[in-house]
């Protein structure tokens, strides 16, 4: 018995290892048209946690390929080439222009957030049936812009102007654009229009405002305002005007506040899809969804600083207070 044992216990041994080396490693790459996600942030920290929910686990059998281009999309199909190279089993995008590169660039599935409207830019056939390679989590802007403008009332109780950013050379966030003027005009509102192309073209925005101010400002998120947010801050600052913003970055990196989609719950989902595909599902079968959860944020600093009176009705309906 105990030789039968010594040898049984000597050929799991040896059979460890094979077994190691054939478990199944899967790659994903993390394509954004901003700066790479970083490793830390709390996008990748919440995909990384929805995956490992799924069974797939950082170093034991997942690898994550990050890039980015940097507000330069015309880099995008090298770096989907560079992605495909490296083996990735699905690409996630984050943004229109990365988003439009790997459908176009590869033949592997991909999982877009914050893309716009996938429809009208042409990335789907239907939200219920995507059809080709890519499917993800589609845009709400139309839908939240009454919100955002009610909130905006809260601080600005005369809200007449609201001054719209975005980048005008970006098709998802020019959509996402003319959603929220439509909403915004629907309410009485006049839309200042400010589209961007370059960070150049943010002296010449500040400058309409100059000519013209508004009573508050609207800025829609993409790779170029993303890099510019300071600049933004800071003419809000100085000419004590209420700003919102599509999520709530901003607001912990000094706006005032935001209302959108509760970016944890988009990622957890996005790995929920990932999981989806990796065990067989087609994206072209896998409909768009919606974000369901939505956040509030306000930063009382910035308030202060502003010197607005944040009403106690506005403060009650914060998710989230930054001091």
């Not at 797939?56 to 880099?75: F, K, S, T």
């Not at 001054?163 to 915004?184: C, F, K, V």
């Not at 500040?206 to 170029?224: K, T």
């Amino acid at each position: 018995m105990r030789r039968r044992d010594f040898v049984a216990l000597l050929g799991a041994a040896i059979a460890w290892p094979s077994m190691v080396a054939a478990q199944q490693v899967y790659r994903i790459g993390l394509l954004s048209t901003g700066a790479p996600i970083g490793e830390n942030s709390p996008q990748a920290t919440t995909l990384v946690r929805g995956l490992a929910e799924h069974g797939y686990e950082l170093g034991r059998n997942l690898v994550i390929e990050r890039r980015g281009a940097e507000a330069h999309p015309e880099h995008l199909p090298r770096l989907v080439e560079e992605l495909v190279a490296r083996k990735v089993d699905v690409i996630v995008t984050l943004g229109y222009p990365s988003a439009l590169a790997a459908k176009q660039a590869a033949k592997l599935p991909v999982v877009s957030l914050g893309s716009g409207d996938p429809v009208g830019t042409g990335l789907v056939e239907s939200l219920a049936r995507p059809g080709g390679n890519l499917t993800g989590i589609s845009d709400v802007s139309a839908e939240v812009t009454p919100k955002r403008m009610e909130l905006l009332k809260h601080i600005a109780p005369r809200l007449r102007k609201v001054a719209m950013l975005w980048n005008a050379d970006d098709l998802g966030m020019t959509l996402r654009y003319r959603a929220s003027e439509t909403g915004a005009q629907a309410l009485g509102i006049v839309v200042q229009a400010l589209g961007v192309r370059e960070p150049n073209d943010f002296d010449q925005a500040f400058a309409a405002m100059n000519r013209d101010v508004p009573d508050a400002i609207l800025m829609v998120s993409d790779a170029l305002t993303i890099l510019n947010r300071k600049r933004v801050f800071e003419f809000a600052a100085a000419h004590r005007l209420p700003a919102i913003y599509e999520d709530d970055r901003y607001v912990r990196d000094g706006g005032l506040m935001s209302y959108g989609p509760d970016q944890s719950e988009s990622f957890a989902r996005i790995a929920a899809l990932v999981d989806r595909i990796l065990k067989g599902a087609k994206p072209a079968e896998l409909p768009f969804e919606q974000p369901t959860r939505f956040r509030f944020v306000l930063n009382l600093k910035t308030a202060k600083a502003l010197g607005l009176e944040i009403p106690s009705t506005l403060l009650a309906l914060a998710d989230e207070v930054v001091e």
